[in-house]
T-cell receptor
Framework: AQSVSQHNHHVILSEAASLELGCNYS??????LFWYVQYPGQHLQLLLK??????LVKGIKGFEAEFIKSKFSFNLRKPSVQWSDTAEYFC????????????????FGQGTILTVHP | DAGITQSPRHKVTETGTPVTLRCHQT?????MYWYRQDPGHGLRLIHY???????DKGEVSDGYSVSRSKTEDFLLTLESATSSQTSVYFC????????????FGDGTRLSIL
């Protein structure tokens, strides 16, 4: 079965620090990858997505992620975080049934809580 | 924001009672999903639908059933709620064309005492 692993459970940074959140997946086929953000008390919002092409993907709010196929990784980065980036971040991979159909189902990582101190 | 409405937003009920959560969409999307969110587990797929009356099980489907009698509504039912089903439940939708992400509703916080 496919799985997604986010190694950092809780990351604490000061404003202006650089951010990198790790995400590794286990899936041997073609992957579609996503990062979602959940601000306190809110629903998940899409930060960025990778389907094909340039492995460096830019998203909203200054976030970017790099798909490294050889490492099965899709790490999220931001050069300078703000207090408003305090949230929980989820990595997800689009999975497929044994017959190859996907129906767009996602497998999520456990989530990383980011706390940014002013 | 995607037109997704979950109801109720909060519910407290007792063990053994039936509970139905509703997800309503105004986007006419084909795919709909139910997830539960628990600390340390991220989101886990309960059931999903790929069309009217077409549903299938996800990763954590035991104790849950779903129905989709029309495109816009996807119902999640706990036939006999247990305390282990206390969670936040999210509905998501996705269109058919191209490389589309899922869009999520605001969630239902369900407490089973």
């Amino acid at each position: 079965a496919q799985s997604v692993s986010q190694h950092n459970h809780h990351v604490i940074l000061s404003e202006a620090a650089s951010l990198e959140l790790g995400c590794n997946y286990s899936y041997g086929g073609t992957v579609n990858l996503f990062w979602y953000v959940q601000y306190p008390g809110q629903h998940l919002q899409l930060l960025l997505k990778y389907f094909s092409g340039d492995p460096l993907v830019k998203g909203i709010k200054g976030f970017e992620a790099e798909f490294i196929k050889s490492k099965f990784s899709f790490n999220l980065r931001k050069p300078s975080v703000q207090w408003s980036d305090t949230a929980e971040y989820f990595c997800a991979v689009k999975t497929a049934n044994a017959g190859g159909t996907s129906y767009g189902k996602l497998t999520f990582g456990q989530g990383t809580i980011l706390t940014v101190h002013p | 924001d995607a037109g997704i409405t979950q109801s109720p937003r909060h519910k407290v009920t007792e063990t053994g009672t039936p509970v139905t959560l509703r997800c309503h969409q105004t986007e006419n999307h084909r795919y709909m999903y139910w997830y539960r969110q628990d600390p340390g587990h991220g989101l886990r797929l309960i059931h999903y639908s790929y069309g009217v009356k077409d549903t299938d099980k996800g990763e954590v489907s035991d104790g849950y059933s779903v129905s989709r009698s029309k495109t816009e509504d996807f119902l999640l039912t706990l036939e006999s709620a247990t305390s282990s089903q206390t969670s936040v439940y999210f509905c998501a939708i996705r269109g058919t064309s191209g490389n589309q992400p899922q869009h999520f509703g605001d969630g239902t916080r369900l407490s089973i005492l």
